[in-house]
Nanobody, 124 residues
Framework: QVQLVESGGGLVQAGGSLRLSCKFS????????MGWFRQAPGKEREFVAA????????TYADSVKGRFTISRDNAQNTVALQMNTLEPGDTAVYYC?????????????????WGQGTQVTVSS
């Protein structure tokens, strides 16, 4: 069974940066595409970024493009989300997810395993 554990969340002022990390275990990491999603209070879970299994192709939500960067280290079984120029609208619980499907996907239904989430709070 795949386990995903996120870390790196916290409180930061607007304009600041945070780096989230997700540790993958239980299966072969490079068989899984990885994604980050977020959910703010009272809102639905939304796509943030995704990266393919081995080629490293990425896709981003328009709201974070140019500010966030997703990356993966297949030797360390980790995926990271570097978040720069944070805005109060980025405040949410951020979730790491793993997908066995070969294509990049923004659809949460395409992901088979989820972490517990890490809180990111951006103050104005």
């Amino acid at each position: 069974q795949v386990q995903l554990v996120e870390s790196g969340g916290g409180l930061v002022q607007a304009g600041g940066s945070l780096r989230l990390s997700c540790k993958f275990s239980g299966r072969t990491f490079n068989n899984y595409g990885m994604g980050w999603f977020r959910q703010a209070p009272g809102k639905e879970r939304e796509f943030v970024a995704a990266i393919t299994r081995t080629t490293g192709m990425t896709t981003y939500a328009d709201s974070v493009k140019g500010r966030f960067t997703i990356s993966r280290d297949n030797a360390q079984n980790t995926v990271a989300l570097q978040m720069n120029t944070l805005e109060p609208g980025d405040t949410a619980v951020y979730y790491c997810a793993a997908s066995q499907r070969g294509r990049l996907s923004r659809n949460p239904d395409a992901y088979d395993f989820w972490g517990q989430g890490t809180q990111v709070t951006v103050s104005s």
